[in-house]
């Protein structure tokens, strides 16, 4: 027995039939002569052998003992009734006890199997219908009970529990008949059954209960028994019970009869129920095809991908479990496995477009069911929606599934739980008394000025959680009252924002805002702090430690847990926005002017605030609008540069105007050798034109190449410069400066400027500090340029201090500075000597006009491109013995100032163009070994790993250290010059554990119940798995027969090289093997963990080569020239 319960045969074979004794009933000494038949479910016994319906039926699930007692006869006990049987030899009592034990243990073996039914309860199925009837020809009513094909008849509601009945008639030869008012007749070949409902209702009932199990029985099982070949839907895809007979057509799962029920509970834009044996006409070729490719298996690696074992249906899960199970799972896709493009509504349609186009059905349902819309716009008006696409690539069961999925609904977690909405923290208990103005309260922001009129005097009294105002002092039922619980968010506009001078908002869970008044700052501020305290928990009370703006909770999702909302505090003081995490760490400060993006997601219904700054991402959710819209307009209004001096603008890490730096940034790609540079002016609209746009928003500007002209960026950056209101030096402070250049004694006269330096506020020093260290790099260049330190001072110094250049006192500043510039800023010595060493050297290069060497000094030096190999993508880096590949990964990230965002998964990747592979590094590989082995056709490339999500998910929710499975292979065997025909790809059956990659030749074709293949011979080859180096991608010439391959090199004791190439059927298969890989190859670690990226600091070693400053750029020469030294030696705006 392969242990799959029950065989779809209907009619059940007869185990043992023959004549019995039967004892006699009570008060009688009569044996009776009774044809007895068992079969797997029943033990029967007929007058005669001739009779269709028996006169008794026990349930052998209910027996409990077969026992041989005197006399030949023998006991069949069940949980309280005794049948006692005679046979007419011992040898035949014998086989009758034998058959009915088997029968039994078989019968319990198969319920323990299935675990359907718990003890006690009787039969295999649960009633469609049942009942009280009477039945013509019985003296009493019997309880009638109509299950699956079969209308069962029991004395009374007692014996159906019992599983003790009088007969049961198979529907395949009934037929129903309405009679009279409340009666009907079940007819049979054999007999007519004429019944009489209690009423004419219940007769209907009876009528449309047994036509249905008339159906059933003449039901096929043909369409069952072909979905049933792929073996996981031989049991429910939702609690796992045998022989499930129900699909869900658009989810493409098969279910159980009860799950069915459940489903048909969820509504047809969810789930759409079909009958395998009645709805006959649904299960056309395609949609069983269907069902083969998808089916349970896959339908649960994506619908049921995470389900905490607390949460699992289980055969005999009741009702209520069953229902919130299947609300979790399809509505709200809870235990779904999120797609890596998740919540990216434009790139889910994209990839729904071009996967429809393909046979990977999996990756269909997956993104179907993460949000990609099924009606979607393709951009080709020829094929518009995906439907169209699939049609025209002749993908006919991609079709069909888009068209089952037509109308259904994507899943999504329900964001009013009332788990989450009630919040339980028991808050602190504040008092506070006195006379507020107050507005009625609104139910939108408040555009308008408030006047003075609009407020009424009101006295308020806070108290036990709850802000009461009275119409005066001394009434005492309160005109309304607010609960402290109910608060979300305290704001206060600025003065004189409303007729009253101060004021605050206090916005309500109940979407309300109300606006109080006062003539006081002091009183203001009192009453703000009291209701801040009464409505913020103990874990966010660090909050009220400031001032702030504004205050409240919010919806928030950050770090890798994105799947679910959670509530936290935040306040908002000036530009920097302050985060209370309940389960989080004590979270930075969100510095909003800094931030490196900041966007609005999402449709009306659900906005979403994604807030990106360096190496985090924060989610904020628009739950509740009327808040949800103050705190994204006093946010969007905090990032923005709030006006025209150097701290109001968009600043970069160091404190750095984005604007300087985005413009020093460009002349350093592409300006140092340009002649005249900063002396020439740009064309006056170009440059007033990109310097707006800088202004309104710097973040967003790209300058490239092509586009602007050096000399327009370069004039722009003066402009701004010049036009700065308080200038770089600022106001107070700038004749200081002038007269420090007066100082004969150059000592007295550099010690003097760093004083100065120090007094000038943190962003005007950074940006000082900046600018000279650019300048000084021009300078170096001043062959080419022609712009010496005197030329520029000659340009800057006016420009910064905003002089009309008659006096050179301003120039002489600014040459001062880049002369001394090392003794003013405090520039390391270290530091300053390799600067002076690789300026030199690149001075000397560029004279020299060739670059051949690519090694310096013993450090290797390597070229790696971002994102993919294009000129101008290349850094040239060196590399230190001990950098490893997240080293390597993360400076050529700050090269480029590409910040990291929350999943993005930057990746170092060996791409070898001549395998048409690449091999993402791990990221604590070291990257020179791998230098040291690359090819001619191999090169590195720094690009972010679009599947790590999804392995990481994988990984998350399996014991990742085996896999097994079956694959397309092909080895290659050209390479071991056997001569053998090259060959094609053939199945082999892959087990890959922590020591060994196995490949078997033929598997037996069962699986054993503990899930693990029974691999019936040696494996054919083994290859242990550290050596190996997994790259994703087959070349195309070997015709890989699915695009979803990798190449596995495994590189002998003898550095021979053997490869072999495997294929998967779904890029998610392709996923868990090359995870499992990872996982097996680096213990377990797979990514780095969060702190590690964020705490990384810069090597003291590698100051010089670390830069903000990328190197890019069409002029050759010089890119080679500063490869050569592979450290970009204008690095000194990274150490501000
Ligand atoms: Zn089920």
Redesign the pocket.
Known sequence: MDGLPGDPTPITPVIKAGWLDKNPPQGSYIYQKRWVRLDADHLRYFDSNKDAYSKRFISVACISRVAAIGDQKFEVITNNRTFAFRAESDAERKEWVRALQQAAAEQGARARLSSTYPLGVRGPELPDHAGSLELRGFKNKLYVAVAGDKVQLYKNLEEYHLGIGITFIDMSVGNVKEADRRSFDLTTPYRIFSFSAESELEKEQWLEAMQGAIAEALSTSEVAERIWAMAPNRF??????AQ?DWASINLCVV??????GEHRGLGAGVSKVRSLKMDRKVWTETLIELFLHLGNGTGNHFWAANVPPSEA?Q?NSSPGA?RRHLEAKYREGKYRRYHPLFGNQEELDKALCATVTTTDLAETQALLGCGAGVNCFSGDPEAPTPLALAEQAGQILQMEFLRNNRTTEVPRLESTKPLEKHYSVVLPTVSHSGFLYKTASAGKLLQDRRAREEFSRRWCVLSDGVLSYYENERAVTPNGEIRASEIVCLAVPPPDTHGFEHTFEVYTEGERLYLFGLESAELAREWVKCIAKAFIPPLAEDLLTRDFERLGRLPYKAGLSLQRAQEGWFSLTGSELRAVFPEGPCEEPLQLRKLQELSVQGDSENQVLVLVERRRTLYIQGERRLDFTGWLGAIQKAAASSGDTLSEQQLGDSDIPVIVYRCVDYITQCGLTSEGIYRKCGQTSKTQRLLESLRQDARSVRLKEGEQHVDDVSSALKRFLRDLPDGLFTRAQRLAWLDTSEIEDEEEKVSRYRELLARLPPVNRATVKALISHLYCVQCFSDTNQMNTHNLAIVFGPTLFQTDGQDYKAGRVVEDLISHYVVVFSVDEEELRKQREEITAIVKMRVAGTASGTQHAGDFICTVYLEEKKADTEQHIKIPASMTAEELTLEILDRRNVGIRERDYWTCFEVNEREEAERPLHFAEKVLPILHGLGTDSYLVVKKHQSMEAMLLYLASHVGDTKHGMMKFREDRSLLGLGLPSGGFHDRYFILNSSCLRLYKEIRSQRSWSGAPETSHRPEKEWPVRSLKVYLGVKKKLRPPTCWGFTVVHETEKHEKQQWYLCCETQMELREWFATFLFVQHDGLVWPSEPSRVSRAVPEVRLGSVSLIPLRGSENEMRRSVAAFAADPLSLLRNV
């Not at 279910?255 to 069915?260: E, G, H, L, N, P």
């Open positions: 429910c895809a939702d609690c796992g019970a499930p279910i159980c009869k009860r799950c069915a249906l055969p069953r």
